[in-house]
């Protein structure tokens, strides 16, 4: 796995100090990140391994990255290759997301999706830190005076077909999950979207806008890789729509798109983090000049955020503003198009979610239960089956064996068409809880097992 260097490596030893942590934790905690992304050769790491590269033995591609993201969470700043003494000439270095230039990144969005196995991406906290204060005014500043490199001309036309395909797509992904349509959406980016972009504006409210829908769709790329248990995809187009979003000047919508990163953040359990973005969408403009409807989306996640760092009694606060926002929304609002699906059932599921990392089950259930009860389950039958996979996991925590073995029968009817890798990790979940049902005998359970196992199959 490894080749000999000339001298022990100080630097990964002195990281390793300020880690707090021993060899064998260290080993433990680079296999888990190892096995994010299907490094296999790499889950076989010991304590050994760790104690040869400390003595200056080299470990091959991709230890060395996996190695600097396993410290980076650890200390919850970004570990470089260099600081751990394994940086090359020939080494990847991660560059801030935040200062690609937009044309060129959404001309190459898609680039590697479909080698992503081989590449082993990895979701970094390298690509994780939010610009600083000024960069906001900076990109803004920089898109008003970039020259146009094409003699054509947007116009209002041209925008409103840019917000129709983002219409299309979201309503597709709520339907079907990420794993549907992404392609497609990749490509409409990267040619009609970046011609567009590439034009002459007649006026800079126009030039604002076609920034802000192509922002959106970027967006809502980004979502979709989410959704799909892409996540290191996902990421960087989180970032490059944030990145538009700027240029465009619209504080909202970079609000809404920094939740989004801090709800991946959530799930993949990186709760500090996920509480940074999720404080950042809610400062200043992006909460203040917010529709009462997307201020109840980001506050919902702010709450999420901090039930998981431990902010009980803040959490609850929250819970309780974005409720009120969500209250204040009427018929007729001037709302962006891209919060429609934040209705009161989606509240209720992101209540639940907030309320089950709280400890609360019995209030979780039964934000669950009005979350299927006020949705319509056909627009929406991606989240409404994660929302019936994670209704029955609160009731079989709670022992509710038959309600909860009723509720993931829905769930698994629910996912007809969809492919998702969110509602995918529902199946799973649920498998894992009916293990033990199913050792004791319970034939419904061994039942709802088998048509688990075949709705895995097509998922996702």
């Avoid at 409404?384 to 009817?413: E, P």
Wanted: include cysteine; aromatic fraction near 6%; charged fraction near 25%.
């Amino acid at each position: 796995m490894a080749r000999r260097l000339r001298r022990r490596n100080t630097q990964l030893e002195a990281v390793l100090r300020e880690a707090g942590w021993s060899q064998e934790k260290l080993a433990a905690h680079f296999r888990i990140v190892a096995a994010e992304i299907g490094a296999l050769e790499c889950r076989t790491v010991t304590r050994s391994h760790v104690s040869q590269w400390i003595a200056g033995s080299r470990p091959k591609d991709p230890a060395p990255r996996i190695l600097c993201e396993t410290l980076s969470r650890r200390l919850r700043r970004i570990v470089t290759l260099d600081e751990v003494g394994l940086l090359t000439d020939g080494a990847e270095q991660t560059a801030p997301a935040w200062e690609a230039d937009t044309l060129t990144a959404l001309a190459r969005l898609g680039d590697g999706d479909m080698d992503m196995n081989r590449r082993q991406a990895l979701y970094s906290m390298a690509g994780a830190a939010l610009p600083s204060d000024t960069w906001w005014a900076e990109k803004l500043d920089r898109a008003q005076q970039r020259p146009a490199l094409s003699k054509r001309l947007v116009t209002a036309d041209d925008v409103e077909s840019v917000r129709e395909m983002m219409t299309f797509f979201s309503r597709r992904d709520q339907r079907y999950g990420g794993r549907a349509g992404r392609p497609t959406l990749v490509t409409y980016l990267r040619t009609d979207v970046a011609d567009l972009l590439l034009r002459r504006f007649p006026a800079e409210d126009v030039r604002r806008s076609l920034f802000a829908a192509a922002s959106e769709l970027v967006y809502l790329a980004g979502w979709m890789a989410f959704d799909a248990s892409q996540h290191a995809t996902a990421q960087p187009n989180f970032s490059l729509a944030v990145t538009l979003a700027a240029e465009a000047g619209d504080a909202p919508l970079a609000g809404h798109i920094l939740r989004a990163m801090a709800h991946q953040a959530l799930d993949l359990g990186h709760g500090d983090l996920a509480l940074s973005y999720a404080s950042a969408s809610l400062s200043d403009r992006r909460y203040g000049q917010a529709s009462p409807r997307e201020k109840a989306l980001l506050g919902v996640i702010h709450a999420r955020s901090l039930a998981t760092t431990g902010q009980k009694a803040d959490a609850r606060t929250a819970l309780m503003r974005a409720e009120n926002d969500l209250r204040r929304a009427e018929p007729g609002d001037d709302e962006p198009g891209r919060v429609w699906f934040f209705t009161e059932a989606a509240l209720a599921h992101e209540t639940a979610r907030t309320l089950t990392v709280l400890g609360d089950l019995k209030a979780a259930e039964a934000e669950f239960q009005r979350s299927v009860r006020t949705r319509k389950a056909q627009p929406f039958a991606r989240t409404h089956s994660v929302t019936l996979g994670y209704l029955g996991n609160v009731q079989i925590r709670q022992g509710q064996v038959d309600a909860a073995c009723a509720s993931w029968t829905d769930a698994l009817d629910a996912m007809q068409g969809v492919q998702s890798g969110r509602a995918r990790d529902t199946v799973i979940q649920m498998r894992r809880a009916l293990s033990p049902v199913i050792r004791r005998g319970g034939r419904t359970a061994a039942e709802l097992d088998q048509q688990a196992r075949a709705v895995l199959s097509r998922v996702g």
